[in-house]
T-cell receptor, first 114, second 113 residues
Framework: AQSVTQLDSQVPVFEEAPVELRCNYS??????LFWYVQYPNQGLQLLLK??????LVKGINGFEAEFNKSQTSFHLRKPSVHISDTAEYFC????????????FGKGTLLTVNP | DADVTQTPRNRITKTGKRIMLECSQT?????MYWYRQDPGLGLQLIYY???????NKGEISDGYSVSRQAQAKFSLSLESAIPNQTALYFC????????????FGPGTRLTVL
């Protein structure tokens, strides 16, 4: 069975600082990995996804993530955050064994302070 | 217009009442999902449907039922609502031909008193 662990429930940072949100997964087969963002009072929006190929994936709003198979990680990074990046971020995994259903982590609340 | 819509957006009800949450999509996707979100718990899958004739239980289906009326419509019912079903509910759709990326509705905030 697949699972996702987001190591930090809350990450406070100052504006223009770099940020890394950590995600580890477990799965016995090849995986697809996703990061979704949820802005206050909104639904979830896809930030980026890893399906295959290059392990460095670039997404919207300047975010990127790196797939590391040996460490079963898919950490999300941004070199310089803005106030508008304040949101909850969810890592998710799917694989063939689950018929490509998504399993979500518990989320990381990123708060960007001025 | 939004691709995935949910009605109502907010609902307050009382213990024991029957509640239906509705989801409609214009993306033409076969797969539809219902999730609930609780603070600190992420999203948990309640039910999912891979086509009109296919309904499957998710992680937390007890106390819920669903109906797939058409490819575009997937409803979630709480037959007898209880306070611990107070949560944010999301509908999502996906197309396996597009890497099964899921597209989410705006959510329904349900409060059971």
């Amino acid at each position: 069975a697949q699972s996702v662990t987001q190591l930090d429930s809350q990450v406070p940072v100052f504006e223009e600082a770099p940020v890394e949100l950590r995600c580890n997964y477990s799965s016995s087969v090849s995986v697809y990995l996703f990061w979704y963002v949820q802005y206050p009072n909104q639904g979830l929006q896809l930030l980026l996804k890893y399906l295959s190929g290059s392990t460095l994936v670039k997404g919207i709003n300047g975010f990127e993530a790196e797939f590391n198979k040996s460490q079963t990680s898919f950490h999300l990074r941004k070199p310089s955050v803005h106030i508008s990046d304040t949101a909850e971020y969810f890592c998710a995994v799917s694989d063939r064994g689950s018929n490509y259903k998504l399993t979500f982590g518990k989320g990381t609340l990123l708060t960007v302070n001025p | 217009d939004a691709d995935v819509t949910q009605t109502p957006r907010n609902r307050i009800t009382k213990t024991g009442k029957r509640i239906m949450l509705e989801c409609s999509q214009t993306k033409g996707h076969d797969r539809m999902y219902w999730y609930r979100q609780d603070p600190g718990l992420g999203l948990q899958l309640i039910y999912y449907s891979f086509d009109v004739k296919d309904i499957n239980k998710g992680e937390i289906s007890d106390g819920y039922s669903v109906s797939r009326q058409a490819q575009a419509k997937f409803s979630l019912s709480l037959e007898s609502a209880i306070p611990n079903q107070t949560a944010l509910y999301f509908c999502a759709t996906s197309d396996p031909g597009h890497d099964n990326e899921q597209f989410f509705g705006p959510g329904t905030r349900l409060t059971v008193l």
